[in-house]
Each structure stands twice: as structure tokens, then as C-alpha cells.
């Protein structure tokens, strides 16, 4: 039986188990796993669901590519150009089709590192214009926090920017495969992108999709925002497969109970303690028990009710 029949059978069945303190799954690599055909022509190495450290090499997040039949497409350009090269060598033990594009899925560490081994290639490496942004205003800090953990792994990393951008959506016509690139609306992060191909109805959903690890809020996040973009035009995709920033590959079912249900519980909670007359510390502790069993819970819940409270309290 083919490895993708099986693990379409998984994910839609529910969320496969995914922790922190799993050892690297694939040791001869710098991935922290081998990637898989999860449909026909779609691959992911799917990062551990925990933060960045030396171990996991940075490899957090999933790095996915499409075998389109005429060339591939990988979406992220991974923590470092060490991780970059092992995920190409992946790439070439699958088909002997070039790489010809990569898609930087946001403009964090984990997506945009490693666009100097591609670009070095002569590939080129396309973002979302507010994306590009953070890598041009931020880029040198986000290299000195990779550098921080991966050590000896950061060596010959260094900050490139995409070399194509666009604001809506982006069409890509390749082999026997139409994909289309888009941005929904604010969501996770400036720049967040969707990965689209309505044909297999897969979208390779990038940070504006959990369901294995809490989504990690940032100051500048608009969870409001982030609620509608969810609800309205991501759902409305309609995806029967979703390969989210973090996690196995799952479905829609799963993705909203784990990112929109928890996104508006904690601003239910929230709302309930500003109208209280609650303050900032005692935000902190509003109950999140319903989602304790979600990867990276300890670091990122407390954090997340701050990060809310501080949203909601002039809204």
C-alpha cells in the first residue's frame, strides 16, 4: 500500500500524537523526520511541535514540496542553509525534477533562514510583500536568535530576501498542477500564507492553522482578525487535507477546534475577566485547562492570555 493512502486514512481521522520530548525522528539527517507522500505529489518533513533548539536543528515547522511534473515547489526555506540542503537531498532521492521556486510561508526564522542555499542555486524564493518586510527590518535579529541555538548548524546561514513578492495572490502554473498562493487576510503573522491547489483540494495552510501545539499570539497579532480571516476566506477553501505550520497533516474539522475554538474561548475568558474589572496579572491565569494537552501549552499559554488581555482591553 502506498505510505500516502495510509496517512490520508489518519488524518482524517484526527490528530496524529505529536510531543515535544520525542527524539529526533530521522538521526542521519538534519531533519528532524523524513518527509512523506501524504497525497499523490505532496511531501512533508514535519517538524517537532516544540520550540527551536540544537537537537531539532530548527526544524519546527514542516517543510512541504510539490512534485508538479515539470519542476517542484517547496513551501519554506527552512531554519539554516544546512537544513535547506538536507531537505533538497530529500527532494532529489524523490524525483529528478529541479527545484524551481520556493515559498517562504511567513517571514519567521523557520520559514526564511535557509533562502540562501536556494537563492544560491539561482532559485527563486517568493513572499508575501509584508513578509519581505520583516526580513528587511528584522532579519539580522531573527539570524542572531538561530545562531544563539544552533550554534555550529548556523554556520555559512545568512539573511536573504525573497526575490519575488505579491500582495493577494500569486498563480503558479507548473507541470500538470495549478497552485495557488495566497493571503487571506491578517492572521498569525505579517505575511501569513496559504498554499492552494483546489484540484487535489489540499492547502498547505502555514501558521494560520494548529492543531498538534497552541498557536503562539505575538504583540502585534490581531486574534480578532485572525478569528475572521479563519472563519471566512480560509474556510471557505472548503480543503479536504490540511498540512498546517506545525503538526501532522490533518483537516478542517481538526485546525478549527484547534485554532478558532481556542482563539475565541481565550477571548471569551478574557472578556469575561476585563468585564470583572480583572487586571493584567490576574489575566494570566484565566483557565485554558480545555487545551493543556496541546504541545507547547507550558511555554505559550500564560504568555497568549497576556498577549490577549493586552489586545481586548480598549477594544
Known amino acids: 500500500m502506498r505510505v500516502w493512502t495510509t496517512m490520508a486514512a489518519l488524518l482524517l481521522a484526527g490528530t496524529a500524537m505529536a510531543h ?4 529526533d525522528l530521522y538521526p542521519q539527517s538534519e531533519l ?7 497525497i499523490p505529489h505532496v511531501w512533508s518533513a514535519i517538524g517537532a511541535t516544540a520550540p527551536p533548539t540544537y537537537e531539532n536543528s530548527g526544524h519546527n515547522n514542516n517543510l512541504s514540496f510539490i512534485v508538479t511534473g515539470d519542476g517542484v515547489v517547496v513551501i519554506n526555506g527552512g531554519a539554516s542553509v544546512r537544513l535547506a540542503q538536507a531537505l533538497h537531498e530529500e527532494i532529489r532521492a524523490v524525483t529528478d525534477q529541479p527545484v524551481k521556486l520556493v515559498i517562504n510561508e511567513n517571514g519567521q526564522g523557520h520559514a526564511v533562514l535557509g533562502n540562501a542555499y536556494w537563492a544560491g542555486l539561482g532559485i527563486d524564493v ?3 510583500e509584508d513578509a519581505i518586510e520583516v526580513v528587511e527590518a528584522d532579519g539580522d ?3 542572531q536568535g538561530m545562531q544563539r541555538y544552533n550554534q555550529d548548524k548556523a554556520e ?12 493577494d495572490n500569486y498563480t503558479i502554473e507548473m507541470g500538470d498542477v495549478s497552485i495557488e498562493v495566497l493571503h487571506l487576510g491578517p492572521a498569525h503573522d505579517p505575511g501569513d500564507v496559504q498554499v492552494w491547489i483546489p484540484q487535489w483540494s489540499i492547502v498547505i495552510a502555514g501558521d494560520i492553522a494548529f492543531h498538534e501545539r497552541m498557536p503562539p499570539i505575538f504583540a502585534e497579532t490581531c486574534t480578532s482578525c485572525w478569528i475572521e480571516t479563519f472563519d471566512g476566506p480560509f474556510t471557505d477553501l ?15 474539522a481538526q485546525v478549527t477546534r484547534y485554532t478558532s475554538d481556542y482563539l475565541k474561548d481565550l477571548r471569551a475568558k478574557i472578556r469575561a475577566h476585563i468585564d470583572e474589572g480583572g487586571d493584567l496579572a490576574g489575566a494570566f491565569y484565566v483557565d485554558q485547562s480545555n487545551w493543556a494537552q496541546l504541545d507547547t501549552f507550558e511555554e505559550l499559554a500564560t504568555k497568549n492570555a ?10
Open 306 to 315: 497576556g498577549r490577549v488581555f493586552e489586545e481586548m482591553e480598549w477594544e
Open 141 to 143: 535579529f531573527i539570524l
Open 156 to 167: 555559512g546561514t545568512v539573511v536573504s530576501v525573497p526575490n519575488l513578492s505579491f500582495s
Open 238 to 252: 472548503g480543503a479536504t487535507y490540511v498540512i498546517p505550520g506545525h503538526g501532522h497533516p490533518t483537516n478542517m
Open 20 to 23: 515535544e520530548d520525542i527524539a
Open 32 to 38: 528532524y523526520s523524513k518527509p512523506v507522500e501524504f
Open 126 to 128: 517568493l513572499a508575501h
